[in-house]
C-alpha cells in the first residue's frame, strides 16, 4: 500500500507516528541525504533531524538540522537546565516535537536504549532480573515474560555483566546498591538490549575516576561489538572530548557543532 502514496501522503503520515507512538518509521522515495540539501538515498542505519524544535510550554532548541550516522558517538554539552535532556527525550521518542521532523526506520521495539538520569530501575527486583528485561526487548512482546530466556540471550546477560565487573551481585535486589552499582546495572541493562541506538543521559555520573575509566572502557567495547551509535550528556568537557568524535553543544537555543564549518 505504501507504493500507492506520494511523498506529501507519506510525510503527514510520518507526522502522525510521531504524534502517536514518538518514534518514526519513514518510508520515502528521498529521505534527507548526509551531503545537506541535495537529495539522495540516506543510509537506514542513521536519524536525521529536520528543522527539530524541541521543549515545552515554550522552545529550549531551535530549527536543529543534524544527521546522527552509525557508528558515531557523540557528546551533547551544555549549562543546565538548556535543553540538553529535552533534546534527548525527543530522540528518544518520549517527548513530541514542537516542530520539525525525526526520520528513521528502527524498530520500535528495542531499536533505541535510553538510559535516563534517574535509571529507571526495578528497584525490588535483583541485577539479574533488571538486566534480563533489556535482553527480552529481543524477542516478540508476545514471548511470555515468565519463559526463561534461552542460552543465547542468557549469555548474553552474563557477559554484560561481568564486562561491567556485577556478576558478583547478580542476586542482588537493586535497592540495596550504591548510585554507581546502579548506574552499572542500567548500563547492562540497555547494552544486553543490542539497540541500534543509545542515549544514555548522564550515565557516569556518581561514579570515581577508576570506575569511569572501566565503564568507559566496556561500554565501547561492547558498543562496538553490536555496531551501535552512542550519543550521550556530558557535563564534563573533557571526558566529553576523551570518549566523543563529535561534540554537540547547546548554545543561546542552537544546537551547534563543534568542527562543522557549514554552521
Avoid at 521543549?55 to 538540522?65: F, M, Q, R, S, T
Wanted: charged share 30%; net charge positive; aromatic share 4%.
Amino acid at each position: 500500500m505504501l507504493k500507492l502514496l506520494n511523498r506529501n501522503d507519506l510525510l503527514a503520515l510520518n507526522r502522525i507516528i510521531l504524534r502517536s507512538h514518538g518514534v518514526g518509521c519513514l518510508v520515502v522515495e528521498n529521505p534527507p541525504s548526509r551531503g545537506g540539501d541535495n537529495v539522495q538515498k540516506l543510509d537506514s542505519e542513521s536519524i536525521t533531524l529536520r528543522g527539530l524544535t524541541v521543549g515545552y510550554d515554550e522552545a529550549l532548541v531551535l530549527d536543529i538540522n543534524k544527521t546522527i550516522y552509525p557508528g558515531d558517538t557523540i557528546a551533547i554539552l551544555g549549562a543546565s537546565g538548556i535543553g540538553k535532556t529535552t533534546l534527548m527525550r525527543t530522540i528518544a521518542g518520549l517527548i513530541r516535537p514542537l516542530s520539525g521532523e525525526i526520520f528513521h526506520d528502527y524498530p520500535r521495539r528495542g531499536g533505541i536504549g535510553y538510559i535516563p538520569q534517574r535509571l529507571g530501575l526495578v528497584r525490588h527486583s535483583s541485577v539479574r532480573s533488571n538486566i534480563t528485561l533489556g535482553a527480552r526487548t529481543r524477542r516478540s512482546k508476545w514471548y511470555p515474560s515468565w519463559y526463561p530466556l534461552d542460552s543465547s540471550l542468557k549469555e548474553d546477560v552474563d557477559n554484560a555483566m561481568k564486562a561491567l565487573k556485577i556478576e558478583d551481585i547478580a542476586d542482588e535486589p537493586v535497592r540495596i546498591l550504591s548510585g554507581g552499582q546502579q548506574r552499572r546495572v542500567a548500563i547492562a541493562r540497555t547494552l544486553v538490549q543490542r539497540p541500534r541506538i543509545i542515549l544514555a543521559d548522564e550515565f557516569l555520573g556518581e561514579l570515581d575516576k577508576d570506575n569511569v575509566k572501566s565503564i568507559i572502557t566496556a561500554t565501547k567495547k561492547i558498543v562496538d561489538e553490536i555496531g551501535a551509535t552512542l550519543v550521550l550528556i556530558e557535563h564534563h568537557e573533557e571526558r566529553a572530548i576523551e570518549i566523543a568524535d563529535r561534540i554537540w553543544r547547546i548554545v543561546d537555543k542552537k544546537l551547534i557543532e563543534e568542527g562543522d564549518s557549514n554552521q
